[in-house]
């Protein structure tokens, strides 16, 4: 889909104010952006961008949600993210410029790399669980009101939310919801608590890159305050990380005993997320996960 004259003009524009020169953009050629935003590379006169654009009105504040996410792990100074240049809304059209990264495939090094700097990003911690804005897991809007506990949290901001989502759909009944009332009640013996790491929060293969010289860049955020567990457990999920990666990951950053054990525990949020999005192909996932713990 080509992009819009007046957007084009737009985009310019707000480029030539940010970079103090005339920037004119050249050409855009569409690139693989997910189900949810229209992506672009954008060659211009100085140099290419990554533009990524969706409805304003369909999804309110997406992008800003995920300019602050990057810039959150940015700040920590542990892991590489896309240098973010610009996030703005022209009519219904928001978009977000992104610094564009030449990648290539994922080497034995820069696994290593990935995992060490992973490990590195969640030993920043705060004294809560949540974050001081909601944001976005995929498509739907992610509530990260603050809690003292990983328990309260995981429970009423993340599986609460698509428990209701799922039944008002009519892909949960009556007796998903009393599996998982059930393991609401004994959550908090499942694991051992420990202090909140800044978790990337939606870590699937496909949400991080590799760059030509070997750093690794994560992209498409859905940042909190959580346990790391959750993000080595979503790692799993898809695919698309080495035995090398947690090996380093270990190595710098111990997980605590039978993690492992906890994997299909914390992969319950986004397999609901995934019913709810894409449907019943998702509920045995869902229904294997829970009956797991209960």
């Not at 003292?148 to 428990?163: A, K």
């Not at 949400?207 to 567990?229: C, F, H, K, Q």
Request: a negative charge.
């Amino acid at each position: 889909m080509a992009l819009s004259a007046d957007l084009v003009d737009f985009l310019q524009s707000k480029l030539s104010a940010l970079l103090n020169r005339q920037v004119q953009i050249n050409s855009t050629k569409p690139v693989s952006g997910g189900s949810i935003n229209q992506a672009y590379c954008l060659h211009s006169n100085a140099g290419k961008y990554m533009l990524k654009l969706n409805s304003r009105y369909t999804y309110p504040n997406m992008f800003a949600c995920e300019s602050d996410g990057l810039k959150a792990i940015a700040a920590t100074c542990t892991i590489a993210v896309p240098q973010v240049i610009l996030q703005d809304e022209l009519d219904d059209d928001s978009f977000l410029i992104l610094q564009w990264i030449e990648t290539r495939k994922p080497t034995e090094a820069a696994s290593k790399l990935l995992g060490r700097q992973l490990a590195q990003m969640h030993r920043n911690s705060t004294g809560y669980f949540g974050l001081d804005s909601d944001n976005y897991m995929g498509s739907l809007p992610q509530s990260n009101r603050k809690h003292h506990n990983w328990t309260s949290f995981f429970i009423e901001e993340r599986l609460q939310p698509m428990v209701k989502i799922g039944v008002d759909k009519k892909l949960l009944n009556h007796a998903d919801v009393a599996k998982f009332e059930t393991l609401y009640n004994k959550l908090n013996v499942l694991f051992e608590e420990e202090p909140s790491s800044l978790i990337h929060g939606d870590l699937w293969g496909g949400n991080y890159l590799i760059s030509t010289d070997a750093t690794p860049y994560l992209i498409d955020p859905a940042v909190s305050y959580g346990n790391r567990e959750f993000d080595i457990a979503m790692t799993t999920l898809f695919g698309g990380f080495s035995e090398s990666f947690y090996s380093a990951y270990h190595e710098s950053f111990p997980l605590n005993i039978g993690w492992q054990e906890r994997i299909a525990l914390w992969n319950l949020y986004p397999l609901l997320l995934h019913l709810n999005l894409f449907g019943a192909g998702y509920l045995g996932q869902v229904r294997d996960g829970v009956e797991a713990y209960v």
